[in-house]
């Protein structure tokens, strides 16, 4: 299973980015997605998570109405679109899955979102 996260970088107070998740080594369309974050000196936490078809969907109080979770499973691929961007919300953002027989636990290698004039 491999996870690889893109489209962080550096933005300014109220712009917007769109980070990808590229997954491999599973069937994709069978498992939910999710991408956390985690800031400097804080706890690992859920931003946004998708059901395995997409019908479903879940968003941290914090980033609600900002941001929203996707995905394309022809693509094998889950996008975070992130709008009204905050310096609050500058982390390292992470693509996770819990997949395969085992339910395993696997994670990105994250993706560095910074928010700053």
């Known amino acids: 299973v491999q996870l690889v996260e893109s489209g962080g970088g550096l933005v300014q107070p109220g712009g917007s980015l769109r980070l990808s998740c590229a997954a491999s080594g599973f069937t994709f369309s069978s498992y939910a997605m999710s991408w956390y974050r985690q800031a400097p000196g804080k706890e690992r936490e859920l931003v946004a998570g998708i059901s395995s078809f997409g019908g479903s969907t879940n968003y941290a109080d914090s980033v609600k109405g900002r941001f929203t979770i996707s995905r394309d499973n022809v693509k094998n691929t889950v996008y975070l679109q992130m709008n009204s961007l905050e310096p609050d919300d500058t982390a390292v953002y992470y693509c996770?899955?819990?997949?395969?027989?085992?339910?395993?636990?696997?994670w990105g290698q994250g993706t560095q979102v910074t928010v700053s004039s």
């Open positions: 996770y899955t819990k997949a395969g027989r085992l339910r395993r636990d696997y």
